[in-house]
C-alpha cells in the first residue's frame, strides 16, 4: 500500500483513508484520486475515489452515477456515490487489485506476450460486451486497468467525458494519458465505440513495452498488426473489438477452459442490487493465472491492509459508542 501524502484527506463519507491505491510516481496519469478506505466500525474495506484536484466535480459526478447504474460485466462494480457537489466520491468493494502500472512495477518490466495476449482478449470481451450495451467507456488507460486473481477489470468510467465536453480539446488535461486519446476524442469529438479500440490498442503497446507510444519494432511481431489496427487515426479503419478478442484468443491457442469459443458475459444483477465483492468474480472475463511475482503483490497488498490499524480519531469514536 502506498502512505498517504499531505495533502490527501483523511475521510472520505463514512470512511477512513488507511492508504493511497497509486503511487505517487504513477498519479499524473490515473484520471482519478483512489484510495483504500474503511468504514468506521471496521467491517467494511472499499476502494474509494474522488476526482483530481482542479478538474470539474460536477462532471466526474456524473460519470461516478453512471458508473454505478450501469455498470457492465467486467467494469468494477460501483457500490456507492456519495458527497456534496463540490467534493463527490464513489466507493467499490475492496479485493486486491494492482492497476497495470503497478503490474508491470511488481513484474520487473513489460508483462510476457502470452499475458498481453490473455490481457487483452479479455478487455477487449469486456469492452464489446459494453458496446452491445450501448455502452462506451471512454476511460481506458494503463491505471484504469486493475488485474486481480480474478481478471482484469476497467475502472476509471468515463474518464475523457469528465475531462472536457464535447466539442472542447482535451489535449494536454490531468489524467488523460495522450497516447491513449483517440484523435477524434482529443479534439473535442464525441467518445464512441472505437474509441475504446484506440485506447485499447494504447493500453496493450503499455503492457508489452511500458509505454503508451512505443515504436512499432518493441511490440511483439505478432501483435504489431492488431495494435497497429487498434491506433488507425481514422475510426473506420479500428477493429471490432469482439473480432479482436477473438483474434488475440486464436493466437494464444486456447481459453483458460479449454475451449476455443468466446465465453457470453456473465448476467448482469437485477435493478436495486448494491455490489458486494462477490461481483468481482461475478463480473470477471476468463483469463489465465497472472505470473508469480504479481500474484506475490497481490498478497503482500492483502497482507498489509489487514495488518493496518484504524485511524487513531476512528477508534476514539468506537470506544465513546461502546
Known sequence: MEHLLQDDPHQIGPYAILARFDSKADAPTVPERRYIARSADGERTVIACLPLVGSDPG?????????RRLSPPGFVPVAEVGGTAGFPWCVTPYVPLLSLPAT???????????????????????????????????????????LGTEG???????????????????????????????????????????????????????????????ERDELPLSLRSLIAACLSRDPAHRPQLDWLAHELRADHGQLHNGSTQLSPPPALPGAGHRPTVLDFAARRIPHPPL????????????????????PSHLVSRLVEAT
Not at 462532471?59 to 458508473?67: D, Y
Not at 475502472?155 to 464535447?166: F, I, P
Request: hydrophobic share 45%; proline share 10%.
Open 59 to 67: 462532471r466526474w459526478a456524473v460519470e461516478a452515477e453512471g458508473a
Open 104 to 146: 508491470l512495477a511488481a513484474h520487473g518490466g513489460p508483462l510476457p506476450e502470452p499475458c498481453v495476449r490473455s490481457l487483452g482478449a479479455a478487455l477487449a470481451a469486456t469492452l464489446a460486451a459494453a458496446h452491445a450495451q450501448g455502452v462506451t467507456h471512454a476511460g481506458l488507460v494503463p491505471a484504469a486497468v486493475l
Open 152 to 214: 482484469p477489470y476497467l475502472g476509471c468510467y468515463g474518464a475523457v467525458r469528465s475531462a472536457g465536453a464535447d466539442g472542447a480539446q482535451r489535449r494536454g488535461l490531468p489524467g488523460l494519458d495522450p497516447g491513449c486519446v483517440p484523435p477524434e476524442q482529443a479534439q473535442g469529438g464525441r467518445p464512441r465505440p472505437l474509441g475504446d479500440a484506440y485506447a485499447l490498442g494504447a493500453v496493450l503497446a503499455y503492457a508489452s513495452t511500458g509505454h503508451t507510444v512505443p
Open 291 to 310: 505470473p508469480a511475482r504479481i500474484v506475490t503483490a497481490l498478497v503482500r497488498q492483502s497482507a498489509e491492509l489487514l495488518a493496518a490499524p484504524l
